[in-house]
């Protein structure tokens, strides 16, 4: 059985740097993309970075970018997401995601091209 588990969310203050984790389980996903979504209260789930399954690809939606870094450790079969500079509008739940094939190209953006996900960490940030 294929499990993702999120660690590493929590309260954190305006400005901090958390990193979250991914751990899969029941089958590898080197070749596979990887990405972390994420949901604020009463919004749909959005994307917010993919990696490709060498690494090599990364991509990450604007309002991130500068302050989150999505990395994987094929070895651990662990993807994870550094944030920097956490604003309030961070607030949310944090999904890992891992598609169940190989991707060609810049990484999916879309929550259809993800087959795994995790049950999500919640991650605060108060002023």
């Known amino acids: 059985q294929v499990q993702l588990v999120e660690s590493g969310g929590g309260l954190v203050q305006a400005g901090g740097s958390p990193r979250l984790s991914c751990a899969a389980t029941?089958?590898?996903?080197?070749?596979?993309?990887m990405a972390w979504f994420r949901q604020a209260p009463g919004k749909e789930r959005d994307f917010v970075a993919a990696i490709s399954g060498s690494g090599g690809v990364t991509y990450n939606v604007d309002s991130v970018q500068g302050r989150f870094t999505i990395s994987r450790d094929s070895a651990k079969n662990t993807v994870y997401l550094q944030m920097n500079s956490l604003k309030r509008e961070d607030t949310a739940v944090y999904y890992c995601?891992?598609?169940?094939?190989?991707?060609?190209?810049?990484?999916?953006?879309?929550?259809?091209?993800?087959?795994?996900w995790g049950q999500g960490t919640q991650v605060t940030v108060s002023s």
């Open positions: 995601a891992a598609s169940a094939y190989r991707q060609f190209g810049r990484p999916s953006d879309s929550r259809g091209s993800y087959s795994y």
């Open positions: 029941g089958r590898t996903f080197s070749a596979s993309s």
